[in-house]
């Protein structure tokens, strides 16, 4: 088996500028790097990873808490982590929320990970502190919808978003707006839904407490709850547009309205919140909040590193994200009146 000494010896260094240029350490001058790097392609040296992680005490491994894999924004958002921790040293892993199983989280995670990242999990408090006292930081992309102690978290502003996006709905007419949320109080939708909330207030709007629609978050859900709905009112639903928390609850919500006739906009507007490259391709095409995903998963990734390194995060990872509005065909004004008092 190649040894770290036989990299050096044919490199012509000692073993501890090896290591300085296996670790990226900026205090080799260039021409020996080069050197090292030859020696180690030239040996097919392998690194013991598992002895320098007991000398280190660091995995150089993140996980990355899901809610649903099968969601296209959760995976745009999961390919830029895994870009830029590869690009920096780090090996990612993907692992399914159940908040269920959140306790046996704090023995997986042991001598394991180095950081963790959410995708705006509302974890317990213990689970909070027991990862705080074992210094491995946790940053979210989105906000829990509980204020949670965490070590960063980055989303957009959802107030402004959803002031625009009601603003817009408010323009063609629209008095009365539901909105389709996920079913949990603890699910970071609830954090758009009061958003939503708020925004509606500021542009002097009530809202109907039969208005909120309670999913999953899935298009085949969501297209199964709004299809029964139709069906029961004979397409007379008691507001005249939707804002779901997420696209494929969006997207299901029209796939329903399109089988059974109802047109959109015509009576009914419907709009997403997060502009995956699906809701450019409905027919008719979405309406969005556009939620840049490479750039939030970015900024999340360098706080964690830099937590994880002990380092203060870069002042602009520091910063609320803009959400801007994409309007597109799935909201105008109504054609009808089939508004139910």
Same mark, same amino acid.
């Given at each position: 088996?190649?040894?770290?000494?036989?990299?050096?010896?044919?490199?012509?260094?000692?073993?501890?500028?090896?290591?300085?240029?296996?670790?990226?350490?900026?205090?080799?001058?260039?021409?020996?790097?080069?050197?090292?790097?030859?020696?180690?392609?030239?040996?097919?040296?392998?690194?013991?990873?598992?002895?320098?992680?007991?000398?280190?005490?660091?995995?150089?491994?993140?996980?990355?808490?899901?809610?649903?894999?099968?969601?296209?924004?959760?995976?745009?958002?999961?390919?830029?982590?895994?870009?830029?921790?590869?690009?920096?040293?780090?090996?990612?892993?993907?692992?399914?929320?159940?908040?269920?199983?959140?306790?046996?989280?704090?023995?997986?995670?042991?001598?394991?990970?180095?950081?963790?990242?959410?995708?705006?999990?509302?974890?317990?408090?213990?689970?909070?502190?027991?990862?705080?006292?074992?210094?491995?930081?946790?940053?979210?992309?989105?906000?829990?919808?509980?204020?949670?102690?965490?070590?960063?978290?980055?989303?957009?502003?959802?107030?402004?978003?959803?002031?625009?996006?009601?603003?817009?709905?408010?323009?063609?007419?629209?008095?009365?707006?539901?909105?389709?949320?996920?079913?949990?109080?603890?699910?970071?939708?609830? %954090?758009?839904?009061?958003?939503?909330?708020?925004?509606?207030? %500021?542009?002097?709007?009530?809202?109907?407490?039969?208005?909120?629609?309670?999913?999953?978050?899935?298009?085949?859900?969501?297209?199964?709850?709004?299809?029964?709905?139709?069906?029961?009112?004979?397409?007379?639903?008691?507001?005249?547009?939707?804002? %779901?928390?997420?696209?494929?609850?969006?997207?299901?919500?029209?796939?329903?309205?399109?089988?059974?006739?109802?047109?959109?906009?015509?009576?009914?507007?419907?709009?997403?919140?997060?502009?995956?490259?699906?809701?450019?391709?409905?027919?008719?095409?979405?309406?969005?909040?556009?939620?840049?995903?490479?750039?939030?998963?970015?900024?999340?990734?360098?706080?964690?590193?830099?937590?994880?390194?002990?380092?203060?995060?870069?002042?602009?990872?520091?910063?609320?994200?803009?959400?801007?509005?994409?309007?597109?065909?799935?909201?105008?004004?109504?054609?009808?009146?089939?508004?139910?008092?």
């Amino acid at each position: 088996m190649v040894s770290r000494q036989d990299v050096a010896d044919r490199a012509g260094v000692s073993a501890a500028v090896v290591s300085y240029v296996l670790n990226n350490r900026n205090i080799v001058k260039e021409t020996t790097r080069q050197k090292v790097l030859e020696a180690v392609l030239e040996l097919n040296y392998k690194p013991n990873l598992l002895a320098r992680s007991l000398k280190t005490k660091k995995s150089k491994q993140i996980v990355v808490l899901v809610q649903f894999l099968g969601n296209p924004f959760e995976a745009g958002i999961l390919l830029r982590i895994e870009s830029v921790a590869k690009e920096n040293g780090y090996f990612v892993f993907f692992q399914t929320y159940e908040e269920s199983q959140e306790e046996q989280l704090q023995e997986l995670y042991m001598g394991r990970v180095d950081g963790i990242l959410l995708l705006g999990q509302s974890l317990k408090e213990s689970t909070i502190e027991h990862f705080s006292a074992m210094g491995i930081p946790i940053v979210s992309i989105m906000e829990p919808a509980k204020r949670l102690q965490l070590d960063g978290v980055v989303d957009i502003d959802w107030t402004d978003a959803m002031r625009q996006l009601v603003r817009h709905l408010k323009q063609y007419g629209h008095e009365r707006i539901a909105f389709m949320s996920g079913g949990s109080g603890n699910h970071h939708y609830e %954090c758009r839904f009061r958003s939503f909330l708020e925004a509606l207030t %500021c542009e002097g709007m009530l809202f109907h407490s039969g208005d909120k629609l309670e999913d999953p978050g899935r298009f085949e859900s969501a297209h199964a709850q709004m299809k029964q709905r139709l069906e029961q009112t004979e397409g007379r639903l008691p507001f005249q547009a939707l804002i %779901c928390a997420n696209d494929l609850m969006a997207a299901g919500s029209l796939a329903a309205c399109r089988e059974l006739g109802i047109e959109v906009p015509g009576t009914l507007s419907i709009a997403g919140c997060e502009d995956i490259l699906m809701s450019s391709q409905t027919h008719p095409p979405l309406t969005v909040i556009h939620f840049p995903r490479p750039e939030a998963a970015e900024l999340a990734t360098y706080q964690l590193l830099a937590r994880m390194e002990g380092r203060e995060p870069p002042s602009e990872t520091e910063r609320m994200l803009v959400g801007a509005l994409v309007i597109r065909d799935s909201t105008g004004r109504r054609l009808q009146n089939t508004v139910v008092e």
